[in-house]
């Protein structure tokens, strides 16, 4: 079964603050790839970032950075010295191959509130 | 514009009507794909179309759904004898795919709300 957990439904931070979103995702493929992608409150979901499976080198994007680790299925986000404009719901998503088709599977999302 | 569009922007139906979404994707964007958020909740798959074919329609609710694209662009979602509970935002996406890559990123647009009274 293809699935992605989000289980941090709401986090609330003080801006400066750090802060790490949880994704855990269950695949039987070997070729994946993983996103996130944000929705701030205007509505349209923004690409933050991809990974494919055979690539588990950690990055980093200015503030943002990700950890990828096969071993425990988790594909990670966290976000350095935290501001008021990263408010928004973060979405994880899976993206396997199945009998030809292409699925993108997205967890519930995190609802991230940082409060001045 | 470069990105996807979907229009209406709002729509507010009655009961038992029935409603038409459109959604223009990137130009070039082979995979088209539908989704559907309910308030403060994330996101369900509906529909998946690769070109003008539909090789995933398993996330459509009920037969009151239904879906189509035409030309390789173009796509329209529509929701007969709408109900109540089908008030969401419907969200369409566009990625560039190609036969052995699906590794492009989603393009999405603004989104649908669909208000049924």
């Known amino acids: 079964a293809q699935k992605v957990t989000q289980a941090q439904t709401e986090i609330s931070v003080v801006e400066k603050e750090d802060v790490t979103l949880d994704c855990v995702y269950e695949?039987?493929?070997?070729?994946?790839?993983l996103f996130w992608y944000k929705q701030p409150p205007s509505g349209e979901l923004v690409f933050l970032i991809r990974?494919?499976?055979?690539?588990?080198q950690n990055e980093i994007s200015g503030r943002y950075s990700w950890n990828f680790q096969k071993s425990t299925s988790s594909f990670n986000f966290t976000i350095t010295a935290s501001q008021v404009v990263d408010s928004a719901v973060y979405f994880c998503?899976?993206?396997?191959?199945?009998?030809?088709?292409?699925?993108?599977?997205f967890g519930t999302g995190t609802r991230l509130k940082v409060l001045a | 514009g470069a990105g996807v569009s979907q229009s209406p922007s709002n729509k507010v139906t009655e009961k038992g009507k029935d409603v038409e979404l459109r959604c223009d994707p990137i130009?070039?964007?082979?995979?088209l794909y539908w989704y559907r958020q309910s308030l403060g909740q994330g996101l369900e798959f509906l529909i998946y179309?690769?070109?003008?074919?539909?090789?995933?329609k398993s996330g459509l609710p009920s037969d009151r759904f239904s879906a189509e694209r035409t030309g390789g662009s173009v796509s329209t979602l529509t929701i007969q004898r709408t109900q109540q509970e089908d008030s969401a935002v419907y969200l369409c996406?566009?990625?560039?795919?190609?036969?052995?890559?699906?590794?492009?990123?989603?393009?999405f647009g603004n989104g649908t709300r669909l208000t049924v009274t």
């Open positions: 996406a566009s990625s560039l795919e190609r036969a052995s890559s699906y590794n492009s990123p989603l393009h």
């Open positions: 695949t039987r493929d070997t070729t994946y790839y």
């Open positions: 990974r494919n499976s055979f690539d588990e």
């Open positions: 998503a899976l993206s396997t191959a199945i009998s030809g088709t292409y699925k993108y599977i």
């Open positions: 130009s070039g964007h082979t995979a």
């Open positions: 179309f690769q070109g003008n074919s539909a090789p995933d």
